[in-house]
């Protein structure tokens, strides 16, 4: 819900520091890649209760996860860098969970709701992405992509925030697990509303 709202202010440094990267041949995939073991690494982290460096290896996933976008504009985008980057995206959102709930029993089914939710709103945004590239459809609220990325109340800028407030407040992360998976399924939702919207204008169901 906020991405389209904060892409103004971050794409400028992102795609400065991005042509610096593939000025110096760092690839886009390389980053991806780099990105994704930083996620594993914070859920490993909340698992072992480092809530601190769970934090800071979680800004640094969001960092890594701007970048390769920005260096694969200042070069080339490619379907499989847009495949490794959807892939890299939810190996975040599964691991920080997990690692909650392996941290404390008492986490798990709170975790469990949460990666669950993550999955029903992963499967939305897929099918819609699938659907509308078949349809032929293009959006460019959130910038060039390699493939159509649909509106949701719960996108990057709001799932960053729940895993913040879940490493500065470890107590409360079934009520934060519980209240954004709430969220994210409002998201399921609000995104099948809006395919049938879309895709019953010209022969759908």
Same mark, same amino acid.
């Given at each position: 819900?906020?991405?389209?709202?904060?892409?103004?202010?971050?794409?400028?440094?992102?795609?400065?520091?991005?042509?610096?990267?593939?000025?110096?041949?760092?690839?886009?995939?390389?980053?991806?890649?780099?990105?994704?073991?930083?996620?594993?690494?914070?859920?490993?982290?909340?698992?072992?209760?480092?809530?601190?460096?769970?934090?800071?290896?979680?800004?640094?996933?969001?960092?890594?996860?701007?970048?390769?976008?920005?260096?694969?504009?200042?070069?080339?985008?490619?379907?499989?860098?847009?495949?490794?980057?959807?892939?890299?995206?939810?190996?975040?959102?599964?691991?920080?969970?997990?690692?909650?709930?392996?941290?404390?029993?008492?986490?798990?089914?709170?975790?469990?709701?949460?990666?669950?939710?993550?999955?029903?709103?992963?499967?939305?945004?897929?099918?819609?992405?699938?659907?509308?590239?078949?349809?032929? #459809?293009?959006?460019?609220?959130?910038?060039?992509?390699?493939?159509?990325?649909?509106?949701?109340?719960? #996108?990057?800028?709001?799932?960053?925030?729940?895993?913040?407030?879940?490493?500065?407040?470890?107590?409360?992360?079934?009520?934060?697990?519980?209240?954004?998976?709430?969220?994210?399924?409002?998201?399921?939702?609000?995104?099948?509303?809006?395919?049938?919207?879309?895709?019953?204008?010209?022969?759908?169901?």
């Amino acid at each position: 819900m906020l991405d389209r709202l904060l892409r103004p202010l971050i794409d400028p440094p992102l795609n400065a520091s991005g042509r610096f990267l593939a000025r110096l041949g760092v690839s886009a995939d390389q980053i991806t890649l780099v990105g994704a073991l930083i996620g594993a690494a914070a859920g490993a982290a909340a698992a072992t209760g480092a809530f601190l460096l769970c934090l800071g290896l979680v800004v640094l996933n969001r960092l890594f996860d701007g970048l390769d976008g920005a260096v694969a504009r200042a070069t080339r985008r490619s379907d499989l860098g847009g495949y490794l980057d959807i892939v890299g995206d939810y190996v975040f959102y599964v691991a920080v969970p997990l690692g909650f709930g392996l941290h404390d029993p008492s986490n798990l089914t709170a975790a469990l709701v949460l990666t669950a939710s993550f999955t029903l709103t992963a499967a939305t945004f897929l099918a819609f992405a699938a659907i509308a590239a078949k349809r032929g #459809e293009r959006t460019s609220a959130y910038g060039p992509k390699s493939f159509f990325y649909s509106v949701g109340l719960a #996108e990057g800028a709001e799932t960053i925030a729940a895993f913040v407030a879940m490493c500065l407040f470890p107590a409360a992360f079934p009520i934060i697990a519980f209240a954004f998976a709430g969220l994210c399924a409002l998201t399921v939702v609000q995104r099948s509303i809006l395919a049938r919207l879309t895709f019953t204008s010209a022969g759908g169901l």
